[in-house]
Each structure stands twice: as structure tokens, then as C-alpha cells.
């Protein structure tokens, strides 16, 4: 299938637009403002000459990432797959281009940016892995504070952080009383 494929550079027109599809999916939409400059010969400068502008949209990760770091007036490079749409709407005939982006980043020969990797979620295990004894209880403790990180809880921990926790209920801290060589032992009821 033969496509136009086009990267664009301009500024944002508009704040983008997040919508979730029929199926699901992340969507997102802006406008985009692309402007020819031209060297004015006469006054020996640079000078606008005319605007195009484009309505872009962005799907899945890609549109979570355009709302979350883009905003009005911003510089941005649009790589994606041009169409044109023509429609007719209260009897007058509408032309627009719109851009299905591939890639959206900020233009850096006008500013500066800073990138933040987002990983994506990881799905949940079917069925929480049980360990046997009193360290099997604070393993799955931990294993429960980094899901609930990696979903979206409350306490956000890092990944391959670990989450400080006290003995289970029952066990002795090392070196208390209740353990003389600083292991954990049940404590007596």
C-alpha cells in the first residue's frame, strides 16, 4: 500500500486532546501550525509567509506520552502518515490534513527537553507465588508493595526497590530477646 509518509516541523496550536477509543485504546489529537519563513530581500530579514495547519493524531503509548509532555506553543517534530479528508458539511465542501504521527518530539534546535523513560505496566501474576515460613510471609509482603508500584498504588516504589518492612506477626527483630544468634524465631505467644 502506497503511503505519504511526511515529517512535519512547527508549534502546537492546541492543547492535546485525550480520548479513549470504541476498542479501548489510548487516542490523542492536536492541532498543528507549520509556518513558511521566507528571507525578505527588501528589509533584509527573515519574515512569515503562510500557515499550514494539520490536526495529529497519536494512538496508545504514543498519545499518553504526547499529553502527558506536550503543551500549547511548543516546538515539535511530527513524523507519520498524511492524509487528506474531504467532506461536505452544511453544504459546504471541507479539505483537512491529518497526520496519523509514528514519532513526536520536541524540536531541540529551539529549545531544550527533558526525557523521562516511562516503562510500560506489567500485568499481574494469575496467582501469588506462596513461600513457606515466617520469610515467605515478608517476600510476599514485598512482592505486593512492588505490584502495587508497577500498577499504580499509592506507595510508588522504584523498580528493584525494596520496601522496608518489620518481621511478620509472631517473629522476633534479630538480636531482640527473643533470638540469640540474630536470626529471626517466632516469639512466644
Same mark, same amino acid.
Given at each position: 500500500?502506497?503511503?505519504?509518509?511526511?515529517?512535519?516541523?512547527?508549534?502546537?496550536?492546541?492543547? $492535546?486532546?485525550?480520548?479513549?477509543?470504541?476498542?479501548?485504546?489510548?487516542?490523542?489529537?492536536?492541532?498543528?501550525?507549520?509556518?513558511?519563513? @521566507?528571507?525578505?530581500?527588501?528589509?533584509?530579514?527573515?519574515?512569515?509567509?503562510?500557515?499550514?495547519?494539520?490536526?495529529?493524531?497519536?494512538?496508545?503509548?504514543?498519545?499518553?506520552?504526547?499529553?502527558?509532555?506536550?503543551?500549547?506553543?511548543?516546538?515539535?517534530?511530527?513524523?507519520?502518515?498524511?492524509?487528506?479528508?474531504?467532506?461536505?458539511?452544511?453544504?459546504? @465542501?471541507?479539505?483537512?490534513?491529518?497526520?496519523?504521527?509514528?514519532?513526536?518530539?520536541?524540536?531541540?534546535?529551539?529549545?531544550?527537553?527533558?526525557?523521562?523513560?516511562?516503562? /510500560?505496566?506489567? /500485568?499481574?501474576?494469575?496467582? $501469588?507465588?506462596?513461600? !513457606?515460613?515466617?520469610?515467605?510471609?515478608?517476600?510476599?509482603?514485598?512482592?505486593?508493595?512492588?505490584?502495587?508500584?508497577?500498577?499504580?498504588?499509592?506507595?510508588?516504589?522504584?523498580?528493584?526497590?525494596?520496601? !522496608?518492612?518489620? $518481621?511478620?506477626?509472631?517473629?522476633?527483630? /534479630?538480636?531482640? !530477646?527473643?533470638?540469640?544468634?540474630?536470626?529471626?524465631? /517466632?516469639?512466644? $505467644?
Amino acid at each position: 500500500m502506497n503511503e505519504t509518509l511526511v515529517t512535519v516541523v512547527g508549534n502546537v496550536a492546541t492543547q $492535546p486532546d485525550f480520548r479513549e477509543a470504541a476498542n479501548g485504546a489510548a487516542l490523542a489529537r492536536f492541532r498543528l501550525a507549520a509556518t513558511v519563513r @521566507r528571507w525578505d530581500r527588501g528589509r533584509e530579514e527573515w519574515a512569515d509567509a503562510y500557515t499550514s495547519f494539520y490536526s495529529v493524531w497519536a494512538w496508545r503509548s504514543l498519545a499518553n506520552n504526547v499529553v502527558a509532555s506536550v503543551t500549547i506553543g511548543e516546538p515539535v517534530l511530527v513524523q507519520g502518515r498524511l492524509r487528506i479528508n474531504t467532506q461536505e458539511r452544511d453544504g459546504r @465542501r471541507w479539505t483537512s490534513a491529518d497526520i496519523d504521527a509514528v514519532a513526536i518530539g520536541h524540536d531541540l534546535a529551539r529549545g531544550t527537553s527533558a526525557f523521562r523513560r516511562v516503562s /510500560p505496566a506489567r /500485568p499481574l501474576p494469575v496467582e $501469588p507465588v506462596r513461600l !513457606a515460613g515466617a520469610m515467605g510471609k515478608v517476600a510476599a509482603d514485598v512482592e505486593a508493595a512492588r505490584m502495587s508500584a508497577v500498577v499504580g498504588g499509592a506507595e510508588a516504589l522504584p523498580v528493584g526497590a525494596v520496601k !522496608a518492612v518489620g $518481621p511478620p506477626d509472631g517473629v522476633s527483630e /534479630p538480636g531482640s !530477646a527473643g533470638s540469640r544468634d540474630g536470626s529471626l524465631v /517466632p516469639s512466644a $505467644p
